[in-house]
């Protein structure tokens, strides 16, 4: 595997990630009760889960919840990456709703504030791992012709999550449990 290619899986993965979300957007732009549900659902299922823990629970929990999702987009390659494209798409779309609503109701700025921070770091590892698992999709396709060893191949891909996305996630996980509640009570 070279530089390229996984710069080209990521790069598939981004695209993908970015449609995904813009989808989101203009679903939400076009029909705001689908908004109003996604947040109502996003408050029960994550939010409320997570606002009364200290910040450094909060960080683990944060942490664990995106390794776990970075951990399907790379292993979801497995399924010569149809899981690893399902996860991008169905996280991009549910990241673009939630954006509109919360930009319609607060402003593009209060988005910034909220999303950039841990952003920054967080959106990486979610492209590179997706990357990771195209890559790995493309091995298990490449070993079916006969034309590689898709378990030697998957080791030094894993050695590049490991590497690359864990401590990724970890910035992302401090960031977003110490930083940005910081930053978005300032805004307040």
């Not at 595997?1 to 813009?22: C, Q, W, Y």
């Not at 989808?23 to 997570?50: H, K, Q, R």
């Not at 988005?111 to 952003?119: N, Q």
Request: net charge negative; proline share 4%.
């Amino acid at each position: 595997m070279s530089e390229g290619s996984l710069l080209g899986a990521v790069v598939i993965a981004a695209l993908v990630f970015a449609v995904s979300v813009g989808v989101g957007i203009a679903a939400v732009a076009g029909n705001p009760s689908i908004g109003e549900e996604m947040m109502t659902l996003f408050s029960e299922e994550v939010v409320a889960g997570l606002l009364s823990d200290s910040p450094a629970v909060l960080a683990g929990k944060l942490f664990l919840n995106n390794l776990g999702v970075c951990l399907l987009l790379f292993l979801g390659g497995a399924s010569l990456g149809v899981v690893t494209g399902l996860i991008l798409t169905v996280n991009g779309l549910l990241i673009g709703m939630v954006t509109e609503v919360v930009r319609q109701e607060q402003g593009l700025l209060y988005v910034a504030a909220a999303l950039l921070p841990h952003g920054i770091f967080e959106v990486p590892a979610f492209l590179v791992a997706g990357g990771l698992g195209l890559l790995l999709g493309r091995e298990l396709i490449a070993e079916w012709y006969g034309r590689g060893d898709a378990a030697a191949r998957a080791m030094p891909l894993a050695g590049l999550f490991l590497r690359i996305v864990v401590p990724l996630l970890v910035a992302a996980a401090a960031v977003e449990a110490f930083i940005t509640p910081a930053i978005l009570s300032m805004m307040a």
